[in-house]
């Protein structure tokens, strides 16, 4: 069936009838196609995903939001909400994102996955008031343009009880648009954060304007594959003195820079370790590291006292 075509009443109203009926302990529910998006008070599940393939995320986030206005039931019972979306648009959404999130009070984790990694997040920057959205504690973007970091900023900036943000592929055309922005008074204070981001984006995170804040963070997990990224890695690490649990995977020429010994808090450790010529060498191995595993001190050496548990991934 095309998933453009709308189902037959007595057909929805069957299948409804068998989620709510027949299933009573589902807890999650996948809807794909339109004819599900309906007003009713029927679907009151705690997680919702919405995947789309062939309209743009606009358009069924319309659909979407037209059900939840209809329904407060609906809205007061979702706990997780996944838009996935793998439309490739011609032009942006224009939309309805902030006032979608606005309808659900009782709302603890968000993840936004736009697979083909040109559409810009929906009005970003146009939520009527800061910390409009207070109920979310975690936060997951994959692969999503903004056209500034201002738009990131304040997209973040108005979650202000986040505790968990996850980035993964994220594009900020104009890293550079920050020289007239006044810095935001409101800013979200995650306690774990896992990022796969370019050194740019990175630096965005660390800029004076930037809406996340450092001060509480424990978990932080790092994917870096360029210079680059290793050196907005090591600025994130600077300024992280409360950091508990790091994950840190590195390319090969710079696994062994990591300046660990200030996060004097560090209780486990997961890193990616490589061993070249320049230290296998015998040679080239200053005379204080010499004896067993010698090769493996310079990285050593490094960690805080406060380690207890190590990881070490080839």
């Known amino acids: 069936m095309c998933p ?7 057909i929805l109203e069957e299948i409804l009838s068998h989620l709510r009926f027949d299933l009573p302990s589902l807890k999650a529910c996948s809807l ?16 919702i995903r919405v995947r789309d393939s062939h309209g743009p995320p606009t358009d069924i986030c ?20 996944i838009l996935h979306f793998v439309w490739s648009p011609k032009e942006n959404g224009t939309g309805i994102f902030p006032s979608l999130l606005q309808l ?22 146009s939520f009527p008031s800061p910390h409009s959205i207070s109920s979310v504690r975690t936060l997951t973007l994959e692969k999503i ?8 900023y304040s997209l973040l900036a108005n979650f202000n009880n986040l505790e968990d943000i996850s980035m993964d592929v994220i ?7 920050t020289t007239n922005l006044v810095p935001s008074r409101q800013s979200c204070f995650p306690s774990t954060l896992e990022l796969n981001l370019d050194g740019p984006v ?17 978990v932080l997990t790092i994917y870096a594959d360029s210079d680059q990224d290793v050196k907005a890695t090591s600025s994130i690490l600077s300024v992280s003195s409360s950091l508990q649990v790091l994950t840190l995977l590195l390319p090969i020429t710079e696994s062994r820079e990591s300046h660990l010994r200030p996060l004097s808090q560090l209780r486990s450790i997961c890193t990616s370790l490589y061993f070249d010529s320049e230290w296998t060498s015998i040679d080239k191995i200053p005379s204080d590291w010499r004896g067993p595993f010698s090769w493996a001190h310079p990285f050593f050496k490094r960690l805080p006292s406060s380690v207890e548990d190590i990881i070490l991934e080839s």
């Open 32 to 47: 794909t196609h339109p004819s599900f998006l309906l007003p009713s008070s029927r679907l009151l599940f705690a997680k």
């Open 104 to 125: 659900l009070p009782n709302l603890q984790r968000l993840s936004i996955h736009l697979a083909r990694g040109n559409v810009s997040i929906f009005n970003a920057d």
């Open 171 to 177: 594009r900020i055309d104009d890293t550079n648009a």
């Open 4 to 10: 453009t075509m709308a189902l037959p009443q007595d």
């Open 202 to 218: 990175i630096e965005t995170l660390l800029s004076p304007h930037s809406t996340v804040s450092m001060a509480n963070l424990r």
């Open 145 to 152: 343009g903004f056209d500034t970091a201002s738009q990131l």
């Open 62 to 81: 319309l659909e979407l939001r037209k059900a939840l206005v209809a329904s407060k039931h609906m809205t007061a019972s979702i706990r997780s909400l």
